[in-house]
């Protein structure tokens, strides 16, 4: 028996858009409703989300197959990458990435020898089902899907060999931190810094390879669709819950304040 099969892999090698979630609050439960939600991806960050391994296990048990499960890591480490797979992660995102070396780092740290270094114990983890995919370890390679992250001035100059590494399968341009480095920080949609992310969109797709990126805006995800851009972010757990209940809580405070107020002593 081989590998499970990408799904998300497979659809970004056939230029499909693929929309997705990010998962920050580290909950099971809200992992499961997003992966029963619609959306063709959830990613569980580990970067700036409070995820830990254990936390990872849980979300990716919860979004079984409802979603194809992305797992950012804080940092670009095999041992990290490593834990994250054996999980059963078959995507990664893999942040600041700055150079082809590093891009290579990280496709080589998701690879079985002799193509990469990846450690083997598949009988003992998640990923195998703890043994029952026999085949695991001759066919897994060709099921991990590695997505590196271009968000630096540095990596923006390096962006034709970055997208040129063999077993890289998308760049994700991370706006945000690209605009901070390129002196704006906080308004990732100045001029310069949409020209830089359509250059960067450009070079990405010249290279044979997905583009990424996340926007809150729907018209600016129809936009970037538009421009080939096929890993897209529409949003994060953290601000719909917020975003949500800020507006609930503004709505029943307005309703109650444009009415008849009657102070209502107890009862």
């Excluded at 080589?108 to 983890?125: K, L, S």
């Excluded at 590494?165 to 931190?177: Q, R």
Aim: glycine share 8%; aromatic share 4%.
């Amino acid at each position: 028996m081989p590998a499970p099969r990408n799904p998300l892999k497979a659809a970004l090698a056939q230029g499909r858009v693929q929309i997705g979630l990010w998962l920050g609050l580290t909950d099971p439960l809200i992992a499961e409703i997003a992966a029963s939600a619609g959306f063709d991806w959830c990613l569980v960050d580990a970067e700036h989300g409070p995820n830990t391994v254990t936390d990872i296990r849980a979300q990716l048990q919860a979004i079984g197959e409802r979603a194809a499960p992305v797992v950012r890591v804080p940092i670009n480490e095999a041992w990290l990458l490593k834990q994250v797979l054996d999980l059963g992660a078959q995507t990664v995102l893999v942040p600041m990435v700055e150079s082809a070396e590093a891009a290579a780092r990280a496709v080589a740290a998701c690879r079985y020898p002799p193509q990469g270094i990846r450690g083997v114990a598949a009988p003992i983890v998640r990923a195998s089902g703890y043994g029952a995919v026999a085949d695991y370890v001759t066919t897994a390679n060709d099921e991990i899907c590695v997505i590196v992250q271009v968000e630096t001035r540095a990596a923006a100059d390096r962006i034709d060999a970055i997208a040129a590494v063999d077993g890289v399968d998308a760049v994700f341009i991370g706006p945000a931190d690209l605009s901070a480095d390129m002196g704006f920080p906080g308004r990732p949609t100045e001029p310069e810094v949409l020209a830089e992310i359509d250059r960067l969109i450009e070079r990405i797709r010249a290279a044979g390879k997905a583009a990424g990126i996340i926007q809150y805006d729907a018209a600016a995800v129809a936009q970037y669709a538009r421009a080939g851009v096929t890993f897209i972010g529409a949003g994060s757990d953290a601000g719909l819950v917020s975003t949500t209940l800020r507006a609930v809580a503004r709505s029943a405070k307005d309703a109650v304040a444009g009415g008849t107020q009657e102070t209502v002593g107890p009862a």
